[in-house]
């Protein structure tokens, strides 16, 4: 679905006013012609068009992430796709002011990008990284990826986040991120690795194993790129979940 097919961020409008928009025909911006709604709703979207069209002709995600509700800025995705950088950590543990990131992977585009700390991870790397985004997505990383990476090195990652652990649940995807591939039937190069072994990976790799630094980079590296696998899918998803058309 894409941002020009929804009214929900426009006040008074629903997802029942949206749904009964969209089985009268008006599935896009431009089909809207002050019908089906009251007079004071109809003005309230004939101002949101006037005012969104221009900021989705800029490529503003901020507003329309601004604009949407929580549960539902998966639809800017679409329009953002592009420009979505994907992205996941490694760390020594849990705790930011106690344990390390190890390895940062970004995938934007078709292109990956490793971070490794003692080599190329730096706080004037990563906001390099981050730069070029319209948008972000992780996975559970509003708690722990985003939060992590601004302990450990003053930032400020302020740009509009997309994290996949949300709309997961509402397609009633639960667990965690290796479980949830196992269920949409997303495949890995290496299932036998977890979490908890990227961390002896890292300790390995300290000890002077340099194939071990080799394994964590290509772990950290599927997990994001099976990100957008992954969003792709939910996306899709919940698009058809959502969105009706006339025929």
Known sequence: ???????????????????????????????????????????????????????????????????????????????????????DIETTGLDASRNDVTTVTFYRDGETTTLV????????ALREQFAPADLIATFNGKRFDVPFLEQSFDLEIDVPHIDLM??????????GLKQIEQDVGIDRDRPDISGRD?????????????????????????????LQTLMDLVSESLHDETFVTTK
């Open 198 to 226: 990227a961390v002896r990976l890292w300790h390995q790799y300290e000890r002077g194993d340099e194939t071990a630094l080799d394994t964590l980079v290509s772990y950290n590296r599927e997990d994001t790129e099976n």
């Open 117 to 124: 700390q003692g080599d190329n991870l730096t706080a004037g």
């Open 1 to 87: 679905m894409r941002i020009e097919n929804s009214f929900i961020p426009v006040r008074g409008v629903g997802a029942k006013t949206e749904r009964r928009l969209w089985e009268h025909g008006i599935t896009h911006w431009d089909d809207f012609d002050g019908s089906v709604v009251g007079p004071t709703t109809a003005d309230r979207i004939f101002e949101f068009v006037d005012e969104a069209g221009p900021h989705l002709a800029d490529g503003d995600a901020r507003f329309f992430d601004e604009s949407f509700p929580s549960n539902e800025r998966w639809r800017l995705y679409e329009n953002f796709r592009d420009s979505t950088c994907f992205f």
């Open 166 to 175: 949300y709309p997961c649940k509402q397609l009633g995807l639960s667990g």
